[in-house]
Every structure is written in C-alpha cells, then in structure tokens.
C-alpha cells in the first residue's frame, strides 16, 4: 500500500503568488482531510471531504484558499494569493472513519 | 474552550528507560483518543488509541491509559530507543464527526 502521497513537498514562493497541493490518498478512502500545522503545534483541520462533497470546510479562509476533489479522489489545495502568515507545512490525511487516519508527509510551504 | 494539552513541552529519558507522555482533555463528551508520533519531516503516525469504554490498551512497547474521571490521558513507552525522538501528540475524537482535536505536542529526546 503506497499511503497517503503529496506533492511537491517542500515550496518557496512570494507572497500575493499562488501555490497548489496536491494530494492522493489510500485507496479506498473515503474521507480526506487537509489539515495545516504550524511549527511545534498540532494540525488544524481546514476541510474534510466524504467522497466529493465537503463537509466541513468552515475553519476553511474562503477568501484565499479553495480546494477540490473533483472525483471523490485526489484533492488539491490552493492558495491565491498567499500571505506570509501561510508558510506553515500542509498535511493531507485520509480515512475509513474516526481512528483510521493516515496522514501523508505533507508540503512545508514557505512564503517570502 | 474545549482543548487538548499536554503537560510536557519537552520530555529527556534515558534510552532504556520507560517514557511517559501525558495529556488532559476537557471534554467530557470525547469518546476516543489517539496518541500520534510526528519524526522531523513527516506527516503523524499512528500509534496507538483507546476508546472511552475502555482505561487501558497496550501495543507494542507502548500502553495508553485513560482516566476519565481526571480527564487525563497517557502514553507509556517502554524501554525507550533513539527511534522513539520524535513529538508526540495526543487528539481526541466526538461522536462521529470525523473531526480530531489536537493538543500542542510533547518533544521526546533520547539521552545516550
């Protein structure tokens, strides 16, 4: 099983640029997350999806960030523009249901 | 507001000993927890978790138990090798939201 893979894993880009991630989880996966975490702190939920649909996405910043999962598969995450206050690593996650959460080895996003 | 902690920002232990991480939770209406292991430049890894009907599981080398009447929730690791440095978290799931709740981290360093 290949897990949870992101891409790129690590982006350096100006602020007021946009920036995308991408995401492919476990296969069967139902439930995908994208989260944010901050140096020394735990991740942030910024939106989970059950197949296509999102269904939480309301700590989501809708002014700069979306996301989509056309497909009910992969995800991706944008940011535009991106603020220097973003640079943080971004986790995308997947799951069956509560305690099966697989997390990928993230984007460690920096803006300049 | 409704949190997780852990009471440790840092935690050194002798390689061999035993570790233990320690985490309070506030809500009382939490039924499961998970305890995450997070190395430099990777996304969290499960470990181990515990549901509210239960005050003790154990894993490999690794036992959590949960004090329900304390809110308290801890890690133990035993005999403690240089593969277990890494941050610890502990998160905690209500209802069936899908939604965890993460607390800031413990750091465990592994003295020679």
């Known amino acids: 099983e290949a897990g949870v893979v992101q891409s790129p894993r690590y982006k350096i880009i100006e602020k007021k640029q946009p920036v995308a991630f991408w995401c492919n989880p476990i296969?069967?996966?139902?439930?995908l997350y994208w989260y944010r975490q901050n140096l020394g702190q735990g991740p942030e939920l910024l939106i989970r999806y059950e197949n296509e649909e999102a269904v939480d996405d309301s700590q989501l910043p809708k002014d700069r960030f979306s996301a989509e999962r056309l497909k009910g598969v992969d995800s991706t995450l944008k940011i535009q523009p991106a603020e220097l206050g973003d640079s943080a690593v971004y986790l995308c996650?997947?799951?069956?249901?509560?305690?099966?959460?697989?997390f990928g080895s993230g984007t460690r996003l920096t803006v300049v | 507001g409704e949190s997780v902690g852990l009471h440790l920002p840092t935690l050194s232990v002798q390689e061999g000993d035993n570790s233990i991480i320690n985490c309070a939770y506030s809500n009382s209406a939490s039924d499961y927890f998970i305890w995450y292991k997070q190395e430099s430049g990777k996304g969290p890894q499960f470990i181990i978790d515990i549901r509210s009907n239960m005050d003790k599981r154990q894993g490999q080398r690794v036992t959590v138990l949960l004090n329900k009447t304390v809110k308290h929730l801890s890690l133990q690791i035993a005999a403690t090798q240089p593969g277990d440095s890494a941050v610890y978290f502990c998160a905690e799931n209500i209802g069936s939201n899908y939604q965890l709740i993460w607390g800031a981290g413990t750091k465990l360093i592994i003295k020679p």
């Open positions: 996650a997947s799951s069956l249901g509560p305690g099966g959460y697989t």
């Open positions: 296969s069967g996966h139902n439930t």
